[in-house]
Structure formats: structure tokens, C-alpha cells
């Protein structure tokens, strides 16, 4: 078995006015990746790239060990997907759903997707057409997990989602990857969302990658250092990722806040969350 469930390696695409260019990075068995970055800067590209559903340029991606193109229909079959646009017939009730799903994946699992409907309180003789953006959503998330797959592909997913309901599947989703086969990946602009259940974060910026940690070194580690020009000019700017100036006051990103405290006990450091991060890197003067 293949140690990393996704592996994607020097995926560029060229769209002209936009580039994806030579992002490369894997998601090891058992986990949960957050694909973050602000819009326009090529989630959704890349998640399309992955799924075949656009051609790549050049680059590798192998889902299971095998390549995402040659053996597809093998892949597919494994993965569960849901976007934040309904996909399925709008004329279809989900029972009908239910049927046309049973002939198109082997492990289809009638009991765990009627169940899925009772939890997600979809009614199952109504059209989808008569569905809100929300109950859409459950049920894409009920046919995704009810085929047993091992890889859940997830694009901006849950922003449509009442805050209830969306605890509720960070629940699953937790639960999902308990078996260490199994992972995630979830591309979401709610960080607080992927603050709590990620295990990994990648970022994306302008269609390049700008890293992928793992979260809890970004928390542990990275922290917001507020503070004026003096102690700003003295920052060890190895240390520095990036600034912003505020009439008189620095907001400073920094990669090891510990460090900072200790060596200025005057100057305000706080953790810093990944929306932060992402502000710092896109809006900041970076170092
Ligand atoms: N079919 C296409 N033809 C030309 N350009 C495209 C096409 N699809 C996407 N793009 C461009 O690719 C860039 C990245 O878009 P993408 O949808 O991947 O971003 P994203 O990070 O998912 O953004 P968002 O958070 O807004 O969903 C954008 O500049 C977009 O205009």
C-alpha cells in the first residue's frame, strides 16, 4: 500500500492570465490537508487537476500509488467528492439517487446512505430541484461517504452549511479518518474550521505553493508581534516572515514567537492564527 494516499508532484497549469505553477505536495495516509489561499489563487484548479476533470500541463499526481489519468476509473471509484455546487440531477429524488449510485460504485452502502439521510434530515422523495443550497450539500456529503471511500476530496465544501450542521461533519470528518487509511482533503476559506480538525495545511498564493506544515507547528510556533520601530528594528529578520505597518506600530509575523518573548519581554506576542497567516503572507511586506 502506497504510504501517501496523494501524492502530487510539479502539477502546473496554464490558463494563459493564470498559471498554477510546479505546486507539488502529498497527503500521507490517515490525515486531514487544508488547502487554503484567497480566491483566484488555484484551489480549485488544482482539485480539478487531481480529479482529471482538467487537463494538466505537466507534473505527476498519483492518487493510491497509481496515476491519476491511466487507471482513473480504478481511483474514482475510492473517492468521495464534494464540491459546493450540487452535481446530481435536479430531477432526481434521493432515493433515485440512491439507485443510480448502487450501479456506479462497488461498495455502494444503501444502509449507511439512508441513515445519512435520517442524520442529515433529507427527505428522501423529494426533488432535488425543491432542495436548499444546504440540504444539497448533506446529500453530497451522504453519497461520499456511503461507498466506502478511502480518500475524501473536498472543495469549499462546507461554507455553505449552518454552523450546526457543519459541526456535525467536522464530527464525520474526524471520525472518517480514525481508520489511519483513510484521509482528507479539504480546501475551505473558514480556517477556523481546518484550525480545529486539519492536520496539515497547504497554502496557496497566486498559483504557487507557499508551504505545507503540519497545523500544529503553524500554532505552536508562529506568532504576531506587535510592537514599535525600535523594537521592530532590532528583530533578528531571519526571524521575520512578514510586516505590516501601522502609523507608528509594526504587526510583525514571526516563526517563532517563544524565542521573540524571550528576547523582548516588552514587546506584545500572541499566537497567531492561520488566518493571520494567510492576511501576513498576502497582504504583508514580506521579508
Ligand atoms: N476554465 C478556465 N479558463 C481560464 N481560466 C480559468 C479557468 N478556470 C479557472 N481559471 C482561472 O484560474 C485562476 C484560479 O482559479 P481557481 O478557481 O482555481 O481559484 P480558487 O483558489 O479555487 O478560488 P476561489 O477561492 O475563489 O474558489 C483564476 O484566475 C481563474 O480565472
Known amino acids: ?7 502530487v508532484k510539479n502539477l502546473t497549469k496554464d490558463y494563459g492570465d493564470f498559471v498554477l505553477n510546479d505546486l507539488s505536495f502529498s497527503i ?4 486531514i490537508m487544508g488547502l487554503i489561499g484567497e480566491n483566484g489563487a488555484g484551489k480549485s484548479t488544482t482539485v480539478n487537476c487531481i480529479l482529471n476533470e ?22 474514482k471509484d475510492k473517492i468521495g467528492i464534494v464540491f459546493d455546487e450540487n452535481h446530481f440531477p435536479d430531477i432526481f429524488t434521493p432515493k433515485e439517487i440512491e439507485k443510480y449510485m448502487s450501479g456506479i460504485y462497488t461498495n455502494w452502502d444503501s444502509i449507511a446512505f ?28 451522504a453519497v461520499a461517504l456511503s461507498h466506502k471511500a478511502e480518500l475524501l476530496i473536498l472543495d469549499e465544501a462546507t461554507s455553505g452549511l449552518d ?23 479539504f480546501s475551505s476559506h473558514i480556517t477556523s474550521d481546518l484550525e480545529k480538525i486539519a492536520d496539515y495545511i497547504t497554502f496557496i498564493h497566486k498559483g504557487r505553493l507557499v508551504f505545507c506544515s503540519l497545523k ?39 516563526r517563532d514567537r517563544n524565542k521573540i518573548a524571550k528576547d523582548f519581554p516588552k514587546a506584545l506576542v500572541e499566537p497567531a492564527t492561520i488566518e493571520n497567516i494567510m492576511l501576513f503572507y ?4 514580506l521579508q
Open 1 to 7: 500500500m502506497a504510504e501517501n494516499i496523494l501524492e
Open 28 to 31: 500521507p495516509r490517515g490525515v
Open 54 to 75: 482538467i487537463k494538466k500541463n505537466s507534473g505527476n499526481i498519483l492518487i493510491f500509488g497509481k496515476d491519476h489519468i491511466i487507471d482513473e476509473c480504478e481511483i
Open 114 to 141: 439512508r441513515n445519512y439521510l435520517k442524520q442529515f434530515e433529507l427527505p428522501a422523495k423529494k426533488k432535488i430541484k425543491d432542495f436548499s443550497k444546504g440540504m444539497k450539500v448533506k446529500l453530497a456529503f
Open 163 to 185: 454552523p450546526i450542521i457543519r459541526d456535525d461533519i467536522l464530527d464525520i470528518l474526524i471520525d472518517f479518518v480514525q481508520d489511519e487509511n483513510y484521509s482528507i482533503l
Open 216 to 254: 500544529d507547528d503553524l500554532i505552536d510556533n508562529y506568532g504576531v508581534v506587535s510592537c514599535g520601530a525600535s523594537v521592530f528594528d532590532t528583530l533578528d529578520k531571519t526571524e521575520i516572515i512578514s510586516y505590516q505597518k501601522e502609523d507608528y506600530q509594526y504587526k510583525v509575523l514571526v
Open 282 to 285: 498576502v497582504k504583508g511586506e
